[in-house]
């Protein structure tokens, strides 16, 4: 079993940056892909990122702006978000899928493993 804990959301003014931390329970994370996802209020959760081993993908809408990167040794991922625009505004989850899962990154229902979700809020 694998629990997600996200920390570093927060409210920022639009241009500014935030780091998200992803830190997990087990082991076997170090191997697991692990996603990023956002939900805004009305609106369903769209993929933001994921990285598996040292290859990321990100959303068209983040590029350029958004990093995930991970540390194993402190069994986190991160997700560093700069030139944050007020439509970046939502509730973000990691997500992680364990080894025997396949299907896409993008797709919220290949991930197995869910936190809690941080808020992110940027002020225009």
């Known amino acids: 079993q694998v629990q997600l804990v996200e920390s570093g959301g927060g409210l920022v003014e639009a241009g500014g940056s935030l780091r998200l931390s992803c830190a997990a329970s087990g082991r076997t994370f170090r191997s697991y892909p692990v996603g990023w996802f956002r939900q805004a209020p009305g609106k369903e959760r769209e993929f933001v990122g994921a990285i598996r081993l040292s290859f990321t993908f990100y959303a068209d809408s983040v590029k350029g702006r958004f990093t995930i990167s991970r540390d194993n040794t402190k069994n986190t991922v991160y997700l560093q978000m700069n030139s944050l625009k007020p439509e970046d505004t939502a509730v973000y989850y990691c997500?992680?899928?364990?080894?025997?899962?396949?299907?896409?990154?993008?797709?919220?229902?290949?991930?197995?493993?869910w936190g809690q979700g941080t808020q992110v809020t940027v002020s225009s």
């Open positions: 997500a992680a899928r364990s080894l025997g899962n396949s299907g896409s990154y993008d797709n919220s229902a290949n991930f197995n493993y």
